[in-house]
């Protein structure tokens, strides 16, 4: 695998808008390593956030140039987002059409600051819809002695999709030696065994405290729960994403009638169709395990 320095991140910064996935493709590893990478590096941090505002300065000149030629979707734009100042505001109406309400937009002028706030107080806030996305890797199944080695939390907004890590560190639990140096997870991941043997123990106090800020699930969520009630840690359980997409997915059973239980990978390419492999690791893992649930979600399949 390559190994990533400043140097050839930056070389592959160049020409990819700072999305992490072609900067991954160009180095030829995998996304998570990109992400990894930025987590311990600051600056190169910096630089592909820079990078991906000069699209938005690119994209904004754009806009302004389709609003100096009279596009109306620009002129809309323009006034929705810089011209509430001015008496131009968003009202919301909503038609259930499918599974999802579709937006539109209409521009309302308001003739004095007090019709204004009268208007803003007329608006209805829109109710937030957070959970949380757990993923843990481990040495073996709960039965089997399996010791926790590392867990990625990502906290998912239900209204807009967006997905963010609140939690990403690897564990050494009690027992971890080199008799768990072969585990399954270290043969089939970039997840290092002596990287775990550095790392901290199990931070329950932590992870109780993000636990307890809104419901969870995870993608087999028996597989994981089971091992966090083990550890005494409680959760605001959801359904589980794995069952609902074994429906949608109808992936055949070849040992017995019905359908079987779709594996993260089988998921992401039916429901969302693209192409993604599997990193095995705790954050990235639940990075796209909230994107299928998002998909469950405006199919309306997971319930929330």
């Known amino acids: 695998m390559t190994k990533v320095t400043e140097d050839t991140f930056k070389k592959a910064l160049e020409g990819s808008f700072g999305v992490q996935a072609v900067i991954a493709e160009t180095l030829k590893v995998e996304r998570s390593t990109i992400t990894r990478f930025l987590q311990n590096n600051p600056e ?29 979707w620009a002129i809309e734009l323009i006034l929705k987002r ?7 505001v968003e009202r919301q109406e ?18 004095s600051p007090e019709d204004l706030s009268k208007f803003k107080a007329t608006e209805k806030p ?23 080695v590392e867990v990625g939390i990502v906290e998912l907004d239900l209204n807009t ?11 050494k639990e009690e027992g ?37 800020k809104y419901p969870a699930t995870a993608y087999n969520k028996k597989f994981d729960f089971d091992f966090l009630r ?33 594996s993260v990978q089988e998921a992401w390419a039916i429901i969302v169709k693209e192409d993604y492999t599997e990193a095995h690791r705790g954050a990235d893992d639940a990075l796209h395990e909230a994107r299928i ?9 997971f319930k929330c």
């Open 44 to 72: 190169m941090k910096v630089l592909c956030d820079q990078e991906r505002e000069n699209v938005i300065d690119v994209a904004e000149n754009r806009l302004f140039t389709a609003a100096d030629e009279g596009k109306k």
């Open 161 to 171: 999709g967006e997905a963010k890590i609140v939690y990403d560190e690897l564990v």
């Open 94 to 111: 909503v038609e259930q059409v499918g599974v999802m309400p579709d937006q539109k937009l209409e521009l309302v002028m308001v003739n």
């Open 230 to 262: 083990s550890r005494e840690l409680e959760v605001k359980e959801l359904e589980c994403p794995m069952v609902l997409a074994t429906d949608v997915c109808k992936i055949p059973n070849v040992n017995k009638a019905g359908f079987k239980w779709p």
């Open 126 to 148: 829109m109710e937030e819809k957070k959970i949380l996305i757990v993923d843990i890797e481990t040495t073996n199944f709960l039965q089997r002695g399996g010791l926790i």
């Open 176 to 212: 971890l030696d080199g008799t768990h140096g072969d585990a399954w997870i270290f043969n089939n991941s970039d997840l290092k065994f002596i990287d775990c043997m550095k790392a901290k123990p199990l931070d329950k106090e932590r992870i109780q405290l993000i636990l307890d």
């Open 293 to 301: 649930v998002y998909e469950l979600y405006k199919m309306e399949v």
């Open 82 to 88: 810089l011209g509430r100042s001015r008496g131009y």
